[in-house]
T-cell receptor, first 109, second 114 residues
Framework: DAKTTQPNSMESNEEEPVHLPCNHSTISGTDYIHWYRQLPSQGPEYVIH???SNVNNRMASLAIAEDRKSSTLILHRATLRDAAVYYCIPKGGSEKLVFGKGTKLTVNP | DTEVTQTPKHLVMGMTNKKSLKCEQHMGHRAMYWYKQKAKKPPELMFV???????INESVPSRFSPECPNSSLLNLHLHALQPEDSALYLC?????????????FGPGTRLTVL
C-alpha cells in the first residue's frame, strides 16, 4: 500500500477556499487517489477520486500533480459543515482502502 | 436508495453475550466491507466480501464472524468479546473492487463491551 503524508490539522475561515495537500510519493501507476472525509460521530463520506487528470464534482476539486506524487483537495468555499477529518487514500486493484491519520480541518465562522 | 444502513446504532453487551450487527444496501453493489474504528483513530479494515464470498479477512479474531446471506445484506456476529473490542463498527459497500470504485459508508454501530 502506498504511504501518504498529510498535515495533522488545518484551519480555514468560512466562505474561503481550502487547499488540503497530500503526498503519496510511493503511489503505483495504476492507483487511483481517493479522498474521504469523516464528520464527528459519523461514518466516512466519499468526496472525490481521480487517476491522472484533475477532477471536479459538486463537493470539491482534486488537483493531481503531473508526477502523481502529490495531490490537493480543494474546497472552493468552506462552510461549517466541512469541518471534518479528511483522508487521502491511494487505491489500486486491491479491495483495501487503507486509512492514514488524515487532516483535521477546522472551519472558523 | 443511495445509502448504507446499519442496525443497531448502539449496542452494549457483556463478555458472555452473543449479538449481531446488521448492514444493508440496495444500490446493487457487489462488494461489502466491515471496518473497526477506535476512538480518535482512523477506520481499520476487518473483512471484505465480493459477490457474497469472503475475499479478505485481516487476521480478525474468531470471536468476530462475518456473514453475507445475500448481495444486499452483511452481518457481523459477535461472541465472547473483550472490553478492548469496544469501538465504532462501520459497514461499507462499493460497486466493485477496482481502484476506481468509491465506497459508501453507513453511520456505524457503537459497541460497548462490559
Amino acid at each position: 500500500d502506498a504511504k501518504t503524508t498529510q498535515p495533522n490539522s488545518m484551519e480555514s475561515n468560512e466562505e474561503e477556499p481550502v487547499h488540503l495537500p497530500c503526498n503519496h510519493s510511493t503511489i503505483s501507476g495504476t492507483d487511483y487517489i481517493h479522498w474521504y472525509r469523516q464528520l464527528p460521530s459519523q461514518g466516512p463520506e466519499y468526496v472525490i477520486h481521480g487517476l491522472t487528470s484533475n477532477v471536479n464534482n459538486r463537493m470539491a476539486s482534486l488537483a493531481i500533480a503531473e508526477d502523481r506524487k502529490s495531490s490537493t483537495l480543494i474546497l472552493h468555499r468552506a462552510t461549517l459543515r466541512d469541518a471534518a477529518v479528511y483522508y487521502c487514500i491511494p487505491k489500486g486493484g486491491s479491495e483495501k482502502l487503507v486509512f492514514g491519520k488524515g487532516t483535521k480541518l477546522t472551519v472558523n465562522p | 436508495d443511495t445509502e448504507v444502513t446499519q442496525t443497531p446504532k448502539h449496542l452494549v453487551m457483556g463478555m458472555t453475550n452473543k449479538k449481531s450487527l446488521k448492514c444493508e444496501q440496495h444500490m446493487g453493489h457487489r462488494a461489502m466491507y466491515w471496518y473497526k474504528q477506535k476512538a480518535k483513530k482512523p477506520p481499520e479494515l476487518m473483512f471484505v466480501y465480493s459477490y457474497e464470498k469472503l475475499s479478505i479477512n485481516e487476521s480478525v479474531p474468531s470471536r468476530f464472524s462475518p456473514e453475507c446471506p445475500n448481495s444486499s445484506l452483511l452481518n457481523l456476529h459477535l461472541h465472547a468479546l473483550q472490553p478492548e473490542d469496544s469501538a465504532l463498527y462501520l459497514c461499507a459497500s462499493s460497486p466493485g473492487l477496482g481502484g476506481g470504485n468509491e465506497q459508501f459508508f453507513g453511520p456505524g454501530t457503537r459497541l460497548t463491551v462490559l
